[in-house]
């Protein structure tokens, strides 16, 4: 299975400060990366798939990049509705993994 | 607008079995397959399986294989994970979603069902 290791594994955050959170894959997964994020009780949200392409909907502050094993999430000017826990996924084989999650926390 | 809804919170004994469905909306139900993802209470997210709803072929985590089903009905556009023999750590939410046809990537999903193994 490819592992998918993400750091930090928590962060705290200003509004309006940019973070950046990244992902590394065991072995080269391309560009098959996706981003999502989930708040409290609620379901994942997808907001970037294949490495850096932004889903409808989603602020254009956040954006990805990477490809091979090395990938990154970043948000430009963090808002309230930013502070949630940021998994990345690949797509590129199955068995679909995960990483362990990144929660971004008010500072 | 795309929806999934799951069905409600399970409580099972161990050795029990569960089956959750999830109704997706707003979409051609047989364009897309459906991925199930379950989450333990302060945990990750663990993918479990994905279903071709057009072909009805299945895809299964290995961890899984044995004790899983996934299935759909396409007259009431309704898909269901089994998970049979449960245990206590298969304690968790269980969600699923859209996957598009071959690219696992999970546009939309379900609110979530608990399903709580206890004795």
């Known amino acids: 299975d490819i592992q998918m290791t993400q750091s930090p594994s928590s962060l705290s955050a200003s509004v309006g400060d940019r973070i950046t959170i990244t992902c590394r894959a065991s072995?080269?997964?391309?560009?098959?990366l996706n981003w999502y994020h989930q708040k409290p009780g609620k379901a994942p949200k997808l907001l970037i798939s294949?490495?850096?392409s932004l889903q409808s909907g989603v602020p254009s502050r956040f954006s990805g990049s990477g490809s091979g094993t090395d990938f990154t999430l970043t948000i430009t000017s963090l808002q309230p509705e930013d502070f949630a826990t940021y998994y990345c996924?690949?797509?590129?084989?199955?068995?679909?993994?995960f990483g362990q999650g990144t929660k971004v926390e008010i500072k | 607008q795309v929806r999934l809804v799951q069905s409600g919170a399970e409580v099972k004994e161990p050795g029990a079995s569960v089956k959750v469905s999830c109704k997706p909306s707003?979409?051609?139900?047989?364009?897309?397959?459906i991925s199930w993802v379950r989450q333990a209470p302060g945990q990750g997210l663990e993918w479990m399986g994905w279903?071709?709803?057009?072909?009805?072929?299945?895809n299964y985590a290995q961890k899984l294989q044995g004790r899983v089903t996934l299935t759909t009905d396409t007259s009431t556009g309704t898909a269901y994970m089994e998970l049979r023999s449960l245990r206590s750590d298969d304690t968790a939410v269980y969600y699923c979603?859209?996957?598009?046809?071959?690219?696992?990537?999970?546009?939309?999903w379900g609110q979530g069902t608990l399903v709580t193994v206890s004795s």
């Open positions: 707003d979409y051609t139900f047989s364009s897309y397959g």
């Open positions: 979603a859209r996957d598009p046809v071959g690219r696992g990537t999970f546009d939309y």
């Open positions: 996924q690949q797509s590129y084989t199955t068995p679909r993994t």
């Open positions: 072995q080269s997964i391309r560009t098959s």
């Open positions: 294949s490495a850096s």
């Open positions: 279903i071709n709803v057009y072909k009805g072929n299945t």
